[in-house]
């Protein structure tokens, strides 16, 4: 991985200075991380200043923070974005490891405020649930974080068999497996992207064969699920009110969520993209954002998808046996730091899983001013709607200063 040319942004403020660099984590078998970090001009030590992390999801890049960067930056100190260059396991658990041992190499023995975007928003919740002393407040941002997921087991008569490898496939499916499960037997047949995203050929698929089609591809995928695409009407799912939903109840409401999250049983993530892009001319980055749209493209070209997708494979399969007992205990923690959640308003996201939102509201004990829904914007809030996210950022961190 290379740092980012982040010469033109520079040149739009003078508030604050904007450094793209690789950090190298030696206590994590050389991990690289890339930072993107912004700081008050002039800056002496910069451990001085409290600490804003920025966790971004997929298919994105710590670029995805640019808009928002400087804003936060001049009302707040030291803020970076991450994007790790992972080549270790993928569990979330080994994340949030890295996570501590990058803020320790940046030299700081605490966060002042967490973020996280879409994957992000769950390496978040893990990384307070799991380190309440390292974190003192967190912003979840699309997708609502509900607490850490604890493994469902087959009973064992001997507790020491959760050490054993092959007990670790004894494993009861998830709900997501049983929906997916479920999904296909519809008529015509559909498919969870999740699921889509473990395949084989999924990697393959999305990059295309030229460089063209990897642009035309990721900006497809940006426009849909972005405010500006029609299909993005976001009323609840019904299931959402119901408290214990049947799995073909929730299977009948999840098949009206757009293509790109129930897919086609027989299209790949591309073709359902280039299907789109071939009736509405839209469907393409942004006037103004050709030039993020090439680096996105340029970055994913030289790194592939494989290492986003694992993430999903690391969520969606069993875990790895000597993680299990701190998943269970951390399924019966909630973390006590003040938490927010912001996202747009045509953003499935949101309600992808039924009642995630208020699940998330009530482990948290959030308060109706600590959810924000910007209108207009649908999933990639920070770049569509850099204005409100700062300022609810902002807004959230004064409350949090009044009450510590």
């Known amino acids: 991985m290379q740092p980012i040319d982040l010469h033109d942004l520079n040149q739009l403020q003078s508030s604050c200075t904007l450094r793209s660099r690789i950090v190298t984590l030696d206590e994590r078998d050389g991990l690289q991380t890339h930072l993107i970090e912004a700081f008050p001009a002039n800056a002496g030590?910069?451990?001085?200043?409290?600490?804003i992390l920025l966790l971004h999801g997929f298919p994105e890049l710590a670029y995805s923070w640019?808009?928002?960067?400087?804003?936060?930056?001049?009302?707040?100190?030291?803020?970076m974005s991450l994007h790790p260059t992972y080549e270790a396991p993928f569990h979330a658990l080994n994340i949030v490891e890295d996570i501590c041992s990058l803020i320790k190499t940046l030299g700081h023995s605490s966060v002042a405020l967490l973020v996280g975007h879409d994957f992000g928003s769950i390496i978040a919740g893990h990384c307070v649930t799991a380190h309440?002393?390292?974190?003192?407040?967190?912003?979840?941002?699309?997708?609502?974080?509900?607490?850490?997921?604890q493994p469902q087991r087959l009973s064992f008569p001997n507790r020491g068999e959760l050490g054993d490898p092959a007990a670790a496939d004894k494993l009861l499916p998830s709900l997501a497996q049983t929906v997916s499960l479920a999904l296909t037997a519809l008529s015509p047949p559909r498919k969870y992207y999740t699921g889509y995203f473990l395949t084989r050929d999924?990697?393959?698929?999305?990059?295309?064969?030229?460089?063209?089609?990897?642009?035309?591809?990721?900006?497809?995928?940006?426009?849909?699920?972005?405010?500006?695409?029609?299909?993005?009407?976001?009323?609840p799912l019904p299931s959402a009110l119901n408290p214990s939903p049947t799995i073909d109840t929730i299977v009948r409401h999840l098949a009206t969520l757009p293509d790109y999250y129930v897919m086609p049983a027989h299209e790949n993530m591309?073709?359902?993209?280039?299907?789109?892009?071939?009736?509405h001319a839209q469907f393409t980055w942004p006037i103004g954002e050709a030039e993020a749209g090439r680096?996105?493209?340029?970055?994913?070209?030289?790194?592939?998808?494989?290492?986003?997708?694992?993430?999903?494979?690391?969520?969606?399969?069993?875990?790895?046996?000597?993680r299990v007992d701190t998943l269970i205990a951390l399924s019966g923690r909630k973390a006590r730091v003040p938490a927010a959640f912001i996202s747009g308003a045509r953003d499935w996201g949101v309600y992808q899983t039924p009642g995630a939102l208020d699940k998330?509201?009530?482990h948290f004990g959030m308060q109706n001013g600590d959810v924000v829904l910007i209108e207009g914007a649908g999933h990639w809030v920070q770049q569509e709607a850099p204005d409100q996210v700062v300022a609810a950022l902002v807004e959230f961190l004064g409350r949090v200063d009044k009450t510590t």
Request: hydrophobic share 40%; charged share 20%; net charge neutral.
């Open 270 to 279: 591309r073709q359902l993209i280039e299907r789109h892009a071939s009736q």
């Open 66 to 79: 640019r808009k928002i960067l400087v804003p936060i930056c001049a009302a707040r100190g030291v803020i």
């Open 45 to 51: 030590e910069l451990v001085s200043f409290p600490l």
């Open 360 to 362: 998330m509201k009530h």
């Open 295 to 322: 680096i996105y493209a340029s970055e994913f070209a030289r790194t592939g998808f494989q290492g986003g997708l694992n993430y999903y494979r690391s969520a969606l399969l069993p875990p790895p046996a000597e």
């Open 132 to 149: 309440q002393d390292l974190f003192q407040s967190v912003v979840f941002m699309s997708a609502p974080f509900t607490g850490v997921e």
């Open 202 to 235: 999924a990697n393959k698929d999305m990059l295309g064969e030229r460089s063209e089609d990897l642009y035309a591809f990721l900006g497809g995928y940006y426009h849909m699920k972005s405010g500006a695409w029609e299909g993005n009407t976001t009323p």
